[in-house]
């Protein structure tokens, strides 16, 4: 039967057929079956009629359209949230692209993508102009002054101290040396890492540049101190680990009865009046199998039933209030960054949540936007690096490792790169572009994990990491970590300044 004649047959019975099921040669046979207590079908694809007729079963078809309306109504709210700006909220940035099997092509264009953003970046300043390719530099047998851009391939250090950079770029490779009689430029120099890509001006000497600047791609000068002329609240919220036997149920619940108005000195309660939007920063749940021997701080042992946990507190936030959040190493989704939004098997009980908006790690979300006001843009990163470079930039080092999560932050910023050197995180090698470059400059840096409470400024962004909800581990004490846990960092939109409410003395 041809399609036009199936589709006549059908109306005629009025019936509309779905194009799934014209494919199929026997669908006269179905036109024969339709006779019988299907007197209410009127559309019929290939699901329905897998139900109806292999599996031989009467269906109630009124309460399957039902339940087709609200599925397709769902999903026509989902798309709707999260790509149109809704309540203030504009997803500006979350990765989403499924994971596939990666090649080593894959980590070549990576590279390359990473190479030729930061390397954009550096080519706009000044002190780099008259720039040129390191195999040009390469040919060069007189002394001449130049500039180069590379990626940092090896850092060593000879017997007198100097630093011998090895730098590339898609051309070629090239020695640097950083002298140590230029105090200012070893101090740049000691805090180098593998990967970066940098700026370098000096003079060129047989396959070597004698170098006497060193640049990054940092954040230009003139970045807008923004604030709202709206009176607006946000918040930023750490790593919680619900699920763990160190969650600080007491002092999570305080939190929510502030944000319900119930508790709290006047001013504390006005702040709560005027909060729009509250940031997780991540590590939502303690997750299992996470570490060795994990099992022995679990008060829950099912992840879902930690996420439910967590979900009996959030959904008593007031439904005018945003919650932003983003996934960090102990949640329900893949540990390579970008990590996509928490997998909704898992934390259904989350997405179920109207006032969520669920984003990728690392991602950027603008808040407030008006059609005269460009809103503020907050980029979200977990903050699985950060270790590293507190204890691989020796200046971090030196000035408290973990404990100075402001230098560490504003060291990522500087290298415009959440993850710079390519052993410092898991990461997938997207060869479309590496969604770790910070490309946009943002209003707000926030991240977490590393569970310290610091509020710091860097060139008009700011910068938090958001505390955490859990007591301090016999384990943390051995490595000699101190978490400030229980803080709330509350920021004034109309101000930007930052206020810390410690909800362990609350
Ligand atoms: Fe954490
Ligand atoms: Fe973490």
């Known amino acids: 039967m041809s399609f036009s004649k199936q589709i006549n047959a059908f109306l005629e019975k009025g ?81 989403n692209k499924e994971s596939k099997k990666r090649s080593v092509n894959d980590f070549v264009s990576f590279f390359n993508s990473r190479f030729k953003e930061l390397a954009n970046m550096l080519r706009r300043r000044q002190e780099l102009q008259g720039l040129t390719s390191i195999v040009n530099v390469s040919k060069k047998t007189e002394r001449e002054n130049v500039a ?28 640097v040396l950083v002298n140590k009689s230029n105090e200012d430029l070893l101090k740049i120099g ?48 750490g790593d919680l680990h619900a699920g763990s036997k160190v969650f600080l149920k007491k002092e999570f619940e305080r939190f929510i009865l502030w944000l319900n108005g119930t508790i709290g000195n006047e001013e504390q309660k006005e702040a709560a009046k005027n909060v729009k939007h509250v940031v997780f920063t991540g590590d939502l749940v303690e997750g299992v199998g996470v570490y060795p021997g994990q099992e022995d701080h679990l008060s829950i042992m099912d992840i879902k039933n ?11 936030i007031p439904p005018h209030i945003n919650i932003i959040m983003c996934p960090g190493n102990h949640d329900a989704v893949g540990l390579a960054e970008p990590q996509v939004q928490i997998y909704k098997d898992f934390a259904e009980c989350l997405w179920d949540l109207p006032n969520v908006y669920m984003v990728s790690n690392p991602s950027i979300v603008n808040v407030d936007k008006t059609e005269t006001f460009s809103g503020f843009d907050i980029l979200l990163y977990h903050g699985f690096s950060l270790i590293y470079y507190s204890d691989n930039v020796e200046s971090i080092r030196l000035a408290g490792g973990q404990k100075r999560v402001d230098l560490i932050m504003k060291f990522l910023l500087q290298k ?35 569970h310290r409470a610091s509020a710091s400024q860097y060139k008009n962004i700011t910068l938090i990491n958001s505390s955490c909800w859990t007591e301090t581990t016999p384990d943390q004490e051995k490595r000699g970590l101190e978490p400030q846990p229980g803080r709330l960092f509350i920021v004034d939109l109309q101000t930007r300044k930052v206020k810390i409410m410690n909800f362990l003395g609350l």
């Open 15 to 95: 019936v509309l057929l779905s194009p799934d099921v014209m494919d199929e040669h026997n669908s006269f046979d179905i036109l024969n079956e339709l006779k019988e207590g299907h007197e209410d079908l009127i559309y019929l694809n290939k699901d329905l009629k897998e139900i109806i007729f292999k599996k031989k079963i009467k269906i109630n078809l009124k309460e399957y359209e039902k339940a087709n309306f609200l599925l397709e109504k769902k999903k026509a709210e989902d798309h709707s949230r999260y790509n149109v700006p809704r309540n203030n909220v504009e997803l500006v940035f979350s990765y």
């Open 148 to 175: 180069v851009i590379g990626m940092i391939k090896e850092i060593s250090i000879t017997r007198n101290q100097n630093i011998i950079l090895t730098v590339e770029d898609q051309t070629g490779e090239i020695k």
């Open 190 to 237: 000691k805090d180098l890492v593998l990967d970066e890509v940098i700026g370098i001006t000096g003079v060129t000497g047989k396959n070597i540049i004698f170098s006497n600047d060193i640049y990054f791609p940092d954040i230009p000068g003139d970045k807008e101190f923004k604030k709202s002329k709206e009176k607006s609240n946000i918040l930023f919220v």
């Open 306 to 316: 930690q996420y439910i946990e967590l979900s009996k507190y959030l959904e008593r």
């Open 416 to 450: 415009r790169h959440l993850a710079p050197t390519h052993e410092s995180n898991q990461y997938i090698p997207d060869s479309d572009s590496d969604p770790l470059v910070i490309n946009k400059v943002p209003d707000f840096f926030v991240t977490g994990h590393i």
